[in-house]
């Protein structure tokens, strides 16, 4: 049971590795249908667009590349317990993920939002 729980708790951090990976190589075209981030604001913009991804690739890779390190550290230190956190592993990760959406959201925000764009062109 131990190997499927491990393997679980790494699913995660390797999709954030995986996807991060595939927009470095690939990002998403504009206005692209599926997997891609997409917000109403990057949806009108294609410099918010490719900006996003840019800053997901970076996030997410970094991101998915330490809690998967520290989880997988964590799950071998503590092999002999790990029924009782391998879910708040989990929680964390996806904790992380969240405030990652939530710190490209803000960013987006604070460079491509209309009282910026009227702002700087004053």
């Not at 997409?38 to 970094?62: G, I, M, N």
């Not at 964590?74 to 708040?88: I, P, R, T």
Request: with cysteine.
């Amino acid at each position: 049971m131990y190997i499927f729980y491990f393997a679980l708790v790494m699913l995660a951090p390797a999709a954030m590795v995986i996807v991060g990976l595939m927009w470095k190589i690939s990002p998403p075209p504009y206005q692209a249908k599926g997997l891609a981030y997409s917000t109403e604001l990057t949806r009108k913009d294609p410099e918010a667009w490719t900006a996003a991804h840019r800053h997901c690739v970076r996030l997410w890779t970094r991101t998915g590349l330490v809690s998967g390190g520290a989880s997988a550290l964590l799950m071998v230190l503590f092999q002999e317990s790990y029924s009782a956190f391998w879910m708040w592993l989990i929680a964390g990760q996806m904790a992380l993920f969240c405030v990652s959406v939530l710190m490209i959201d803000l960013l987006l925000k604070n460079t491509f939002s209309d009282d910026n764009n009227e702002n700087r062109s004053d």
